[in-house]
Nanobody
Framework: QVQLIESGGGLVQPGDSLRLSCAASGRTFSTYAIAWFRQAPGKEREFVAAINWAASVTYNPKDSEQGRFTISRDNAKNSVYLKMNSLTAEDTAVYYC????????????????WGRGTQVTVSS
């Protein structure tokens, strides 16, 4: 089991960038896949991006063509980051990081460990 704490959310304007952080506890962090999900008001939870233990990344196909999001990890700091560029109002949501052993999936139900989320609001 790993404990996760998200940070870096806030209120930004359309077109701005933001970097979210997910700090994890546990000595075996490097063996975990970490994913970012988001949930907007009144909408279902949505997969954003994931990174496996070897730093191989997966993005939601809906966003991959635009390339606005970049996920990365720093095992020495037990952290995963999500850099978001060219934010729009449609990116407004609570962003969660989640962990599972080794390989990521795009299904939230596959992740046993979750953080409490960080709010991202994009508004002018």
């Amino acid at each position: 089991q790993v404990q996760l704490i998200e940070s870096g959310g806030g209120l930004v304007q359309p077109g701005d960038s933001l970097r979210l952080s997910c700090a994890a506890s546990g000595r075996t962090f490097s063996t975990y896949a970490i994913a970012w999900f988001r949930q907007a008001p009144g909408k279902e939870r949505e997969f954003v991006a994931a990174i496996n233990w070897a730093a191989s990344v997966t993005y939601n196909p809906k966003d991959s063509e635009q390339g606005r999001f970049t996920i990365s990890r720093d095992n020495a700091k037990n952290s995963v980051y999500l850099k978001m560029n060219s934010l729009t109002a449609e990116d407004t949501a609570v962003y969660y990081c989640a962990a599972r052993k080794y390989q990521p999936t795009m299904r939230g139900s596959d992740y046993p460990d979750w953080g409490r989320g960080t709010q991202v609001t994009v508004s002018s």
